[in-house]
């Protein structure tokens, strides 16, 4: 059976408790919750599930919790707001910058663009001969 919840297939041949972590927004945490509510077997395969328990996990997923696009655009929408009231935490967005207190000196040096050049030990550059 080939199960697609939210926009997304989930793989066939993984476990259920794994493949649902395949959709943005869902864990391990509220794969587990979801499982028990739907009284599905965490280690049933996707592809030996019956078409009404990938029916009452669908629907659980879609009804009860936001993922996928909903989730994305909310983060987004919230993170643009933070930067309309132009709070701290809006400035660092952006500014792509660790926005959680994380310190700049030593760490994020690929977002920032400050990449060191390590200095090569005792070479001296060799003068050209003409």
Avoid: C, W
Avoid at 5 to 15: E, R, S, Y
Avoid at 46 to 53: N, P
Avoid at 60 to 67: A, G, N, Q, S, T
């Amino acid at each position: 059976m080939l199960l697609r919840i939210a926009g997304v297939t989930l793989p066939n041949n993984k476990k259920i408790k794994i493949s649902l972590n395949y959709l943005f927004g869902i864990g391990p945490t509220l794969t587990a919750r979801i499982l028990k509510q739907s009284q599905v077997d965490p280690e049933k395969r996707v592809k030996d599930l019956t078409d009404d328990e990938g029916n009452k996990i669908r629907t659980i997923v879609e009804k009860e919790y936001r993922v996928e696009g909903d989730l994305k655009r909310d983060i987004l929408s919230n993170i643009k707001r933070l930067k309309e009231i132009g709070s701290y935490r809006g400035s660092r967005h952006a500014k792509r910058l660790p926005v959680r207190g994380q310190r700049t000196k030593t760490n994020s040096r690929t977002v920032r663009g400050n990449v060191r050049k390590t200095t090569v030990s005792g070479k001296k550059p060799s003068a050209q001969k003409t």
